[in-house]
């Protein structure tokens, strides 16, 4: 594994790391945050998954969240959003809501897609081993968020994958995929028209078909231009409320879609992360 | 003026402008954080000047300033560093370090830079006016901080106006551009080969020529990789022993060049500010 870069920040190391991954068959670059610490204390991670057109460095060096994971104990571990570099295809019109920038966190199944966008396997599999290995991780005690797509992401890993998250929160997340444009071409583009397989990459769906968590924690911005079209909440809050899932869905008056609004509510998040990952 | 963008950040709004300015004309942009306040209220201002290559935007979203200054009610003012645009001249050679993103916040006078290269009186006179004319601001009340050549430009400008700012504070600044190379390079190119004229545009020249500040806060990185030979420290700090200023210069283990730097210590500077900013 390669460090990119080290820099202090609020008395810990901000990290960028490249490193061969299997899943994707490409390089992949991450960045992580590792707060002051212990000789041999290892400390609980968090992983936030950023959206559409975004870079492990939005969430990075945008949301403000080294402060609170000093204060709380937290690695924070930021990947990218797809496989990039040579061989691995972009959308054929370059659009910003498919292909590069844009992995929706899952494994593609369709060709031209199916032999890089593995971010699934990607974000459980190569991901945590590197994390594990480079970083004083606790891997029993991890968590996940994420913005817009990459609240879709931390969402639907967390259902897919019952006990791997202590936590998962999200901010403007794609609820329902299957619901919505950016998802339509995701999900058709990735998994192929046969939409009973997107329903295992929704949200939404998941939790129709039985999926479980013990809570979600959700900020919406109101004045979010992506609101009514393409994120949805009331769909997320009906499908919970009919499992029995507890959301804390939060709609915030005047917050758009920006890291402006990430930055705004990241301590509430790590705060309600932290009280799940140090919990016995 | 025109608004370019307007979101809510931290309850308040974070705004770009952009307005016609006389003094080099040229429109020139600006970032505005106004915290949420009272109908009627004022609040005072707090400048900050960034360093070379940078915008307005580079304070406005990696330094997690806006946070701080909700809790402590200040306006937050982030000017960009050059004139740019149609007609303005770059360094012939496309250098970072001069022209275009690197004005220096002085009043050029050597061709061809004199023209359109006058950020000294933008900073004091033009932003000022549109900030009086836009924001709930007491320009009563207002302070100056800058970060690597904004730093010197909040140095030399408070340096140079008496009373004009409450609170000079700066972050790795370059103290004495005449004895780097940075500023060797821009005092010659911008004020022509007479050094004696650049000693009213050097901090430490300045306060060696008899300018008094009530008192300064430096804070400095000791892993910055500029420290030693364009940002030298120890020369204000001499400067301001001589001449009986009270210098706080905080030497920061571990710490780079970058914003990391600046927004682990954001919130100091801000306390600082603020603390000289209501006093009656």
Not at 26 to 42: I, K, L, S, Y
Not at 57 to 62: D, G, I, L, P, R
Request: charged share 20%.
């Amino acid at each position: 594994m390669d460090q990119i870069s080290a820099a202090r920040f609020f008395g810990g190391m901000q990290y960028v790391f490249r490193h061969a991954s299997e899943a994707t068959g490409t390089p992949m670059t991450f960045a992580a945050f590792v707060p002051p610490h212990a000789a041999e204390e290892t400390l609980p991670v968090v992983y936030f998954l950023a959206g559409l057109t975004c870079t492990e460095e939005n969430f990075t060096v945008k949301a403000g969240a080294q402060r609170v994971a000093t204060e709380l104990g937290l690695i924070l571990i930021a990947p990218d959003t797809s496989p990039r570099g040579e061989g691995v295809p972009d959308d054929p019109d370059g659009a910003y809501d498919f292909g590069l920038g844009a992995g929706f966190y899952l494994n593609a199944t369709a060709l031209p897609w199916a032999r890089h966008y593995r971010m699934e396997d990607y974000i459980l599999q190569d991901l945590p081993r590197a994390v594990a290995s480079a970083l004083p991780a606790d891997m029993t005690r991890q968590s996940i968020m994420g913005h817009s797509m990459g609240g879709h992401g931390a969402l639907t890993l967390s259902l897919r994958n019952p006990g791997r998250f202590r936590a998962t929160s999200a901010f403007a997340p794609i609820v329902a995929p299957s619901l919505c444009a950016w998802g339509e071409k995701a999900l058709g583009g990735y998994l192929g028209p046969d939409r009973s397989a997107w329903r295992g990459h929704d949200a939404v769906a998941l939790i129709e078909d039985g999926a479980k968590l013990a809570d979600i924690l959700v900020d919406q911005g109101l004045a979010d231009k992506f609101l009514a079209d393409q994120l949805k909440p009331e769909l997320l809050e009906a499908a919970c409320e009919a499992a029995g899932i507890p959301l804390t869905l939060r709609r915030q008056d005047g917050y758009d879609h920006s890291y402006y609004f990430i930055a705004s509510f990241i301590e509430d998040h790590l705060r309600w992360h932290a009280a799940r990952l140090t919990q016995i």
